[in-house]
């Protein structure tokens, strides 16, 4: 196992898309940034001193920890790539040929897609924050994430963790739709059409539902369903300030979810795996 | 005593859609051989090197590897002794030759990276550059870099599937060469090609297969003689041969041209030479003239799988 586990990892880091993704990383942290430092200036001038709301280290982690927003859907696509072309080129029969179960093969691609995805994400984050608070501090008072979110030390450990799970719940899905299509297009589209659906449920019951405590009611229901509640923008924006989370079953809602679904999702994918001819 | 077998199939069957790709298969690959598989292109020859290898499940019927069954947990152990190609190498194409080498070696379990110069140099790939990666190598480097990876692992048993494909003359006949210094070392090699002529120059077994089904297995020298169709006989005087022909017992016999008999009865070239003179004839040659394992797979298939009428 750790054989399969060291020749993948070191495929990994020979291969170009990993190295293009976290240039792209790089470029984009750079951009989001300077856009945030841009509307604090000119929020600036409307005032008498100078504003950080947007631009800061804070900020930064909040809009790039998210596995779903901007950068974050960027990992499961290259991903998806990454694990399609072991079918393509078939690179991926060469350890089946040589002895190693599919369920062994499997789980290093899960392995591999989990570094991939970590690397990138500690990488974009680290990044991001870093530039954020070289632009307006880590959370200055009159920030956007000062108004709207508790940062405690706890909290931002808690919202890095829940991120974690939830990069775990992303790998195993891009893994799955990989493995099943074996076309970059059509697991493509599948694992964005499926991450798209979790991101919208919360705007349903937004839609839904008039009252504050119908929406909080719901809102308490579907966080067990929906693997990235705590990463949609949706709640961030919409429901966040309105609802009066129980901080405690929040943590645990957005822990246990996502791993249910990454064990659902890696469990099946295997055995499609182990199940189906490899050409 | 008993054949030992590396590769045993009972009845292998693979079906897709309902239709058997596949249909009972009993082969029979012993130790030490190089075994030429023929058929036509689809007549599922490399469906069964894909069930062999693992790649694929059978849909009925069983094999075993090294006497070892495919459904027994040991299967695993035993797979770390074979080696293939199916019909395009499975390499890194964004890495470079070393690089895949590298990476085979660490999926192998080969701890002793430098092997990997020396193999480069048996495959005549050690002076491309270093920054040459395989997306831009020709087919025929590409073979060669399969098989390089071929030689890393000291396999037992070879599967290749058309490795002879988009090779030049030279290629071919190093790849011919290597197949040769391997079988020598003991592995035992399946190889199917379209290069007939090729595979005749290597194969010490044969198994031909059409529509799926495995017409006739049969060693080499069962096919030059099977092959060996007719015996043709040169001659001074074409009278007194016709004599001694007839004399001898002789039936299925034409004057091929004007100088030479042409004998299609089953005799040994031997047998008729020493008749032949014991009746006081003047012969110029005796030539056997051999059909070609392609004609012999076409008759076979014609004939439903019996070449013996």
Request: overall charge neutral; some cysteine.
């Amino acid at each position: 196992m750790s054989n399969v586990l060291k020749s993948s990892i070191f495929k990994l880091l020979r291969d170009r898309t990993f190295h293009v993704t976290l240039i792209v990383g790089g470029i984009l942290a750079v951009l989001i940034s300077l856009i945030y430092y841009i509307i604090d200036l000119s929020l600036s001038t409307q005032t008498n001193g100078p504003i950080h709301a947007m631009a800061t280290g804070s900020n930064m982690l909040l809009n790039s920890v998210s596995p779903v927003q901007n950068f974050g859907i960027a990992i499961p696509i290259n991903l998806i790539n990454i694990i399609v072309a072991e079918f393509t080129y078939g690179t991926i029969r060469n350890k089946v040929i040589v002895g190693y179960r599919k369920t062994q093969v499997y789980f290093g691609l899960f392995i591999v897609g989990l570094i991939f995805s970590l690397t990138l994400a500690f990488f974009y984050v680290g990044f991001s924050v870093a530039l954020g608070c070289i632009f307006g501090g880590f959370n200055p008072s009159g920030s956007y994430t000062s108004l709207v979110r508790n940062l405690s030390g706890a909290a931002i450990a808690e919202y890095i963790g829940m991120a974690i799970c939830v990069y775990i719940f992303i790998t195993s899905l891009a893994l799955f739709f990989a493995t099943v299509f074996r076309h970059v297009g059509g697991a493509i589209t599948v694992n964005i059409l499926v991450l798209i659906f979790f991101m919208i449920l919360p705007i349903i019951f937004l839609a839904t539902f008039s009252s504050d405590e119908e929406v909080r009611n719901a809102a308490n229901a579907v966080k067990w369903f929906d693997p990235i509640f705590y990463q949609s923008i949706t709640v961030n924006l919409a429901l966040a300030s309105l609802v009066a989370f129980d901080q405690d079953a929040n943590f645990v809602a957005g822990i246990i979810s996502p791993l249910i679904y990454a064990a659902i999702f890696f469990f099946l994918g295997m055995y499609i795996f182990a199940h189906r001819d490899l050409k | 005593m008993e054949e030992t077998y590396i590769v045993e199939t009972h009845n292998l069957t693979k079906t897709y859609s309902g239709r058997n790709v596949v249909n009972n298969v009993n082969m029979h690959i012993k130790k030490g051989s190089i075994y030429g598989f023929v058929g036509e292109n689809g007549s599922g020859k490399t469906t069964i090197m894909r069930l062999i290898m693992g790649l694929s499940i059978p849909s009925k019927g069983d094999y075993s590897l090294f006497g070892v069954d495919w459904k027994k947990s040991e299967i695993y152990k035993i797979r770390k002794n074979i080696s293939a190609i199916v019909e395009t190498p499975s390499l890194v194409v964004s890495m470079n030759a070393y690089d895949n080498l590298k990476y085979a070696c660490y999926y192998c379990g080969i701890k002793d990276l430098s092997i990997i110069e020396p193999t480069l140099k048996k495959v005549g790939l050690d002076n491309v550059p270093k920054n040459k990666k395989v997306k831009n190598f020709s087919l025929g480097m590409r073979q060669r870099l399969g098989i390089a990876v071929l030689l890393l692992s000291s396999p037992k048993l070879l599967l290749l599937d058309e490795p002879m494909n988009g090779l030049d003359p030279e290629g071919i006949k190093e790849v011919r060469d290597i197949i040769y210094d391997l079988n020598k070392q003991g592995i035992t090699i399946l190889i199917s090609s379209h290069i007939l002529s090729e595979l005749e120059k290597v194969a010490t077994d044969w198994g031909f297969i059409s529509h799926g089904n495995l017409l006739e297995e049969i060693s080499s020298q069962e096919l030059n003689d099977k092959c060996a169709k007719s015996i043709e006989v040169g001659y001074h005087d074409g009278n007194k041969l016709e004599e001694a022909i007839k004399k001898i017992g002789i039936s299925n016999y034409k004057n091929s041209s004007n100088s030479s008999f042409r004998i299609f009865d089953d005799i040994k070239p031997l047998d008729l030479l020493n008749k032949l003179k014991s009746e006081g004839v003047e012969i110029e040659d005796i030539n056997t003239s051999h059909g070609s394992v392609e004609e012999y797979y076409f008759d076979l298939v014609r004939n439903g799988g019996n070449n013996n009428e």
